[in-house]
């Protein structure tokens, strides 16, 4: 009955950001919530601020799961967690609706962006989830007291969200890695005995396959921050509660490499690409500002004709699931 329950949930998350993500594109085009595909030629609006439909799909499912949990089984050991998980989404994803409206037109500052994140902790905080003894390398157990609630767990969700966001603007890109990140450390914590928070990892792996089938090449519709900030967040937060900081930090060394990349130019560049008439792209001004550009670059040395989008996103893809082979060794 109880992985009924889980596959139930995660079909739940699955059909209702596929059903939900044409009726966002619908209202953000009309409300004029649209940008321009900047690796495209094409000046077609594409709706932004996509994560809205992933994160609905994501809280439904996790609300009818606490609801048969509750109600039916009886179940309420985890709810507490549960909750606060689902605050901190919500909270986070405002705030990443908001960078979405004012960010573009107005630009929000790059120190701006992670002290915004910061009100997104704070209920996992409350609730001190989590356990406050971390197996680090070199070091082995350390028992950080009530630093880690006040301290680790705010550090986490901020840099996880904000670190996820910084890897962004190519169709796919965003949704894709955390469908490979989340259902990696979804396995993770379900072999660790932890079904609840693998549950929510599937659930939102879920839910982003679902969205993917509209921001794939060429994308109906952008995640914009309400999805990055969100899946980062989600991220942090399994990593946090499952103990699985090792391999958070292994799955995010392209993150990381992009946040070299980011501060080598001052955090002034982008993550776009040259469109040409031929859907092919060139490095921005011949320079490597960004991991996509990496990809690029990477892909032109084999074929020019192989320097697409589509090609770019792939390659990160193989990059990360080979980071998730790395894990498992």
Do not use: R
Not at 81 to 105: F, H, M, R, S, Y
Not at 188 to 208: E, K, N, P, Q, R
Not at 238 to 255: D, Q, R, S, T
């Amino acid at each position: 009955m109880v992985d009924f329950l889980v596959a139930l949930t995660i079909v739940l998350a699955f059909l209702s950001t596929f059903f939900l993500t044409p009726v966002w594109i619908k209202m953000a085009k009309k409300q004029h919530l649209t940008g321009k595909d900047m690796n495209k030629i094409s000046n077609k609006s594409v709706a932004e601020a996509g994560g809205i439909a992933v994160v609905a799909g994501f809280v439904f499912a996790a609300l009818i799961y606490i609801g048969i949990q509750t109600f039916i089984f009886k179940d309420t050991t985890q709810l507490t967690n549960i909750l606060a998980i689902l605050v901190t989404i919500l909270i986070i994803t405002i705030i990443g609706l908001l960078d979405d409206i004012l960010g573009w037109k107005k630009g929000l500052k790059q120190w701006q962006k992670p002290l915004l994140t910061i009100p997104a902790a704070i209920p996992l905080m409350m609730v001190n989830v989590g356990t406050s003894t971390m197996n680090l390398p070199f070091l082995g157990n350390v028992d950080f007291g009530l630093l880690y609630p006040l301290l680790l767990i705010p550090l986490a969700i901020v840099g996880t969200s904000n670190g996820y966001n910084m890897l962004a603007g190519h169709n796919g890109l965003e949704a894709g890695l955390g469908v490979i990140i989340l259902s990696f450390m979804g396995y993770v914590a379900w072999i660790s005995g932890l079904g609840w928070l693998a549950l929510l990892s599937f659930c939102m792996a879920s839910a982003l396959l679902a969205f993917l089938v509209f921001n794939w090449y060429p994308a109906k519709v952008f995640p914009g921050d309400t999805l990055t900030y969100s899946v980062g967040a989600l991220i942090g937060i399994v990593a946090i509660m499952g103990n699985m900081e090792k391999i958070a930090i292994i799955l995010f060394i392209p993150f990381f490499i992009e946040l070299f990349l980011k501060a080598k130019y001052k955090f002034k560049t982008e993550n776009f690409c040259t469109p040409n008439k031929d859907n092919t792209l060139s490095l921005p001004k011949g320079n490597i500002y960004s991991v996509c550009h990496l990809s690029l670059a990477s892909l032109f040395k084999i074929n020019k004709k192989l320097a697409t989008e589509q090609n770019i996103v792939i390659l990160i893809y193989f990059m990360e699931i080979l980071l998730v082979f790395i894990c498992v060794v």
